[in-house]
């Protein structure tokens, strides 16, 4: 009996990707997964709206445009190796590394075409989001082309870890190892990643030289906007990692989505009321920002293995962490714009070990393999995996990032120039120039050094239309022609006088009982016994003129004889 097309599809199926751990996805679960990637993507938007609000105005559009950058040539090397690094299935694979699926393109004969495309776009919006982590450490003096090459391949330090954690050939998956969302993949990677790279650039120009407090934020309403979609972003990020919602699944998306929310919470008091009591009542925008999302990165890791008071708790600590770090990397000299290594690296690594504590067996999913944390009588053992995870994860992300940097820097300087920083990357990487904010001084300031600076003179000013300014020049310039002819006119033409001419205002004034010069009102008989002087213009522009009054002057009349005149007082 023939096969049908179903059948041969099935039986297609190769011996060593058969459908497990994360390809055990089913339809609702594959619908539910790309709902929440596309949710997530939102939350690169977030990213870039809080980096952008934490660093100076004249450098907002390229931190945009890096987690642009980061989007689309961080997405294309995992679809290039880093899916196949990560997750990748073959005879070479080992607890090292994934080998397999390179290039991912999943024919319809592939009995896992659909889990496998669903599971890479998913994975995909993890990946991207590391690298816009550290993009935000070195943000304000990063070289630009540096950059797009870091966002390529800095897809290494990512995937190669992620799948010690999550992959089926990983070594710290095999020990049991346990991370749901992401606390040690994407966030202690991440975290590391940024720090390495702010030690390695340096501070900004005249980042300490009036102490380590931090500097003004450029742009505090697109931070919290950012903040606020992150949020949006984060319930995809931790209910999506349930992988479905079939069975028992989508209790335990609920759970984390709930416990998620939580974890907020409690980071979102605890960083109030620290701002407050560090202000002696003022109220820190960076603080409590950076508390909320540190809680966030906290619970991340176990998001649906905790109950809401200790999702509060673990929330709270890793607000505490970060609230209480941020200033202390900052006496050690290492500049972070947006507290990247704070936020996600110390407390990612406190996700980690929470799960430790506090982690509760899932029944009946096999999320942590039948074991519980130490507060829950789960004994050490966990906590002990959870502590060699953190530590494998930081070490690798500062090694390699410091090597991928070093190599980088060989091709392309990694540091912006000093002349190109004080101006600012929007204008010199992107030809984007501010008004307003300083830009025109510092060309000022430069242009006696002799520096190149003649391609970003001649950028116009956001927010302006060079075509009509041109317009209102040529319109200022017919105006003042016009106003010396009328002067010539005057001169050679004595009869024509001026309103302020005595004898004209002396014919009006008798019906009025004061007059009005400029903003003021003057009784007509006092104004009589004084000798006014002050200057005129016409309203069509040129330069003002004297004028003398011995009595009263009506100045609609004034007007009448003269329709650009105009007291300036």
């Known amino acids: 009996m023939d096969l049908t097309t179903t059948d041969k599809i099935l039986a297609n199926t190769t011996a060593n990707e058969t459908i497990s751990g994360f390809f055990d996805v089913g339809e609702s679960d594959g619908a539910f997964l790309m709902i929440c990637a596309f949710l997530f993507v939102t939350r690169q938007t977030g990213l870039a709206l809080l980096q952008s609000g934490f660093v100076d105005q004249k450098n907002e559009v390229d931190v945009m445009i890096r987690n642009i950058v980061d989007k689309f040539l961080g997405g294309f090397s995992y679809w290039l190796f880093g899916f196949a690094f990560m997750l990748g299935k073959s005879k070479l694979q080992n607890p090292f590394i994934g080998l397999g699926r390179f290039a991912v393109d999943v024919s319809v004969q592939d009995s896992l075409m659909g889990q496998v495309l669903v599971v890479f776009l998913f ?30 391949l800095n897809t290494i330090v990512y995937c190669i870890p992620a799948g010690w954690v999550w992959g089926e050939h990983g070594f710290l998956n095999k020990l049991g190892v346990v991370d749901i969302a992401g606390s040690g993949p994407v966030h202690v990677i991440g975290g590391s990643s940024a720090f390495a790279s702010a030690v390695m650039l340096g501070p900004r120009l005249g980042r300490y030289a009036h102490g380590t407090d931090p500097l003004p934020m450029g742009n505090p309403v697109n931070a919290c906007m950012g903040l606020f979609v992150l949020w949006w972003g984060w ?35 605890f960083s109030i009321a620290y701002s407050m009591i560090r202000n002696k009542g003022g109220m820190d925008i960076v603080d409590l920002i950076n508390g909320i999302l540190a809680s966030l990165v906290s619970v991340t890791a176990g998001c649906f293995l905790y109950h809401a008071w200790e999702a509060i708790l673990i929330g709270a600590i890793g ?118 904010i300083g830009i025109s001084r510092a060309l000022s300031a430069l242009a006696p050094l002799k520096v190149d600076l003649d391609d970003v003179q001649k950028a116009p000013p956001i927010g302006r239309n060079p075509g009509h300014e041109q317009c209102i020049d040529e319109i200022r310039a017919a105006s003042q022609k016009l106003y010396e002819w009328r002067s010539f006119m005057e001169k050679v033409s004595p009869q024509k006088k001026l309103a302020t001419d005595v004898a004209a ?50 100045e609609n009349q004034a007007q009448k004889n003269d329709p650009n005149f105009a007291w300036i007082d």
């Open 123 to 152: 994975e995909l919006t993890f990946s991207t989001i590391v690298t816009s982590i550290v993009g935000g450490a070195i943000a304000e003096r990063c070289n630009f082309k540096a950059y797009c090459l870091f966002s390529f």
């Open 235 to 269: 319930l995809a990020f931790n209910s999506g990692s349930t992988y479905g919602v079939s069975g028992f699944k989508w209790i335990y998306a609920a759970r984390a989505a709930v416990m998620t929310m939580m974890g907020s919470f409690g980071g979102g008091s």
């Open 319 to 436: 607000s505490a962490l970060c609230c209480l770090s941020m200033p202390l990397f900052d006496k050690m000299g290492v500049d972070d714009p947006v507290g990247a290594s704070a936020v996600h690296g110390v407390a990612g690594v406190w996700g980690v070990l929470a799960v430790g504590f506090f982690a509760d067996n899932p029944i009946p999913l096999g999320t942590t393999n039948g074991r519980s944390g130490l507060f829950r009588g789960g004994g050490w053992y966990l906590i002990g995996v959870q502590s060699l995870s953190a530590l494998c994860l930081m070490c690798w992300a500062i090694c390699v990032t410091f090597a991928l940097l070093w190599i980088i820097n060989k091709i392309v300087p990694i540091r912006m120039d000093p002349n190109e920083e004080l101006l600012g990357a929007d204008l010199m990487e992107h030809r984007i120039r501010h008004s307003q």
């Open 505 to 554: 205002t002396e014919n009006i004034a008798g019906n009025r009982d004061s007059f009005k010069l400029g903003n003021k009102k003057r009784n007509k008989n006092n104004t009589q016994a004084l000798g006014l002087s002050g200057r005129y213009k016409n309203t069509i522009g040129g330069p003002t003129q004297p004028y003398t009054i011995a009595g009263p002057i009506d």
